[in-house]
């Protein structure tokens, strides 16, 4: 163990070629084996990893340097460090001058509508447009790139209460979006099963509804805005109301509706209600049968 630490901080540029080996080999699963990363996202957090165990490793190194009274190396890696702090300081740390907020419109009455607002001091590359009602309460914050979407999107109730939030990059939808009641608890979540256009209506997704008292309302997959796949829909108070198999927002399969006496079993096909329609009670004993072809019922059971 002694001389690996020997080895390692024994001169200044060990700590940092060490460290950037052991980046390329984080960069590398990060964007190519399978992390969710993109390239620029890799390279920030890499680039962000170097810096930090350069200067651990080089402050390392210099003290034992002076431990071991090699001052000629101790007084070289000295002065690497400084080096490095001073541009780290000159590029990333030292105050810039700060960009103001853009005002764009304003209501007649003098409120500020719209305006832009740069985060970063001396880069107009990256900002956010934000936009207000008239009584001053928060319309929409949206994060841009080179003027493209890029960052949070939440759009606001005028009572102040988020309307809608999601997160976009280069102009495309990833990840969970959410939209919300007036009163604040959310209305629907969509966990996206892809990259999808900001102005695109209908993102595919798993989706979830929910009552207003936060009881889910029902589950189901979209594909062009419509089912697609099996869907449960659930009562208010949180038992399952049905459940039913859908193709690209026809009703196509078996269905299953539930109420508190008995349960109606049937199929679709194409839409419409197709073959036997089975009445079951709680016992799971069947009461009654409907027979239906092409979505007319040709055939009533027995009342029950």
Not at 57 to 64: H, K, P, Q, R, V
Request: charged share 20%.
């Amino acid at each position: 163990m002694k001389k690996i630490f020997t080895y390692c901080f024994d001169k200044w540029w060990r700590p940092i070629m060490f460290t950037g080996f052991s980046i390329g080999f984080l960069f590398i699963y990060g964007v190519i084996l399978g992390a969710d990363w993109t390239i620029s996202q890799g390279l920030g957090i890499c680039f962000r990893i170097l810096i930090g165990s350069s200067l651990i490793g080089l402050f390392i190194s210099g003290i034992y340097q002076l431990i071991k009274k090699d001052w000629k190396e101790s007084v070289f890696t000295v002065l690497i460090l400084i080096g490095l702090i001073t541009v780290i300081y000159y590029y990333f740390l030292r105050p810039l001058d700060c960009i103001q907020p853009k005002i764009v419109e304003m209501y007649p009455s003098g409120q500020i509508k719209k305006k832009i607002v740069y985060p970063f001091a001396g880069d107009t590359l990256m900002y956010s447009e934000l936009s207000y009602y008239e009584n001053g309460h928060l319309k929409s914050n949206i994060d841009f790139y080179k003027g493209r979407f890029n960052g949070g999107l939440i759009e606001y109730y005028d009572n102040g209460n988020t309307k809608f939030s999601g997160q976009t990059s280069l102009s495309m939808f990833y990840g969970i979006k959410y939209n919300y009641y007036e009163d604040g608890g959310v209305s629907q979540m969509d966990s996206l099963l892809g990259e999808c256009k900001v102005n695109y209506c209908c993102c595919d997704a798993m989706i979830t509804r929910y009552y207003p008292n936060g009881k889910v309302k029902e589950k189901a997959t979209i594909v062009n805005g419509t089912f697609n796949g099996e869907a449960v829909f659930f009562h208010e108070n949180g038992k399952i109301k049905m459940k039913r198999v859908y193709h690209l927002g026809s009703a196509d399969g078996i269905t299953t509706e539930y109420y508190e006496e008995y349960n109606i079993h049937g199929q679709y096909v194409n839409g419409k209600e197709d073959g036997e329609w089975k009445y079951i009670d709680s016992l799971g004993e069947v009461k009654r049968v409907d027979v239906y072809k092409n979505g007319v019922i040709i055939k009533y059971g027995n009342e029950f």
